[in-house]
């Protein structure tokens, strides 16, 4: 896509033909999510798949996969996580609009149209862990290392110990 294209489709034509439509979008174009990226760098891989619900309104089938550079939140370093997914997602003209108890996301619709880009990056931000972590504890970033003879000093390392005693 074209830098700055929202990607405008008609769902509900997409919905009666039952298109598969695929798009890649780079990470760093992306408003919502360029403020959590280490660096800009990366591809959104997304695929769609359109079709018309029971309701007889349309819905798709997305799909995603990519490798955002994020901060961890224990180390402060950046690192890479690949996250992909898929899930099932219900077109609206309102949040009123979809029938109660419906097992899908919904997605907003303005004129019968959505963005594939806003869409795909919602998906993905919807994956994304609410405090990034590189490793485990032990092995993060800026972990203190155990060596022979070492005193690593541990937080809550008194804890145990003080737990016996009550």
Do not use: W
Not at 60 to 65: C, I, K
Not at 75 to 96: K, M, P, R, T, Y
Not at 122 to 137: F, G, N, R, V
């Amino acid at each position: 896509m074209a830098a700055g294209s929202i990607d405008l489709v008609d769902c509900e034509r997409l919905g009666r033909e039952s298109a598969e439509l695929a798009r890649e979008y780079e990470l760093g174009a992306l408003p919502r999510l360029k403020g959590l990226l280490v660096e800009p760098q990366g591809v959104l891989r997304a695929r769609f798949g359109f079709s018309t619900l029971q309701s007889g309104g349309p819905g798709v089938r997305v799909t995603f996969d990519a490798t955002p550079r994020l901060e961890c939140q224990r180390c402060l370093q950046g690192f890479d996580l690949h996250l992909s997914g898929a899930s099932d997602v219900e077109f609206a003209i309102s949040d009123e609009a979809v029938e109660a108890g419906s097992e899908r996301e919904c997605f907003r619709m303005v004129n019968g149209q959505v963005s594939l880009r806003d869409l795909a990056e919602e998906e993905l931000l919807l994956a994304l862990p609410l405090a990034p972590a590189c490793s485990t504890p032990g092995t993060c970033g800026r972990a203190p290392e155990e060596t022979p003879g070492s005193a690593v000093r541990r937080p809550f390392s008194g804890l145990k110990d003080l737990l016996k005693k009550t």
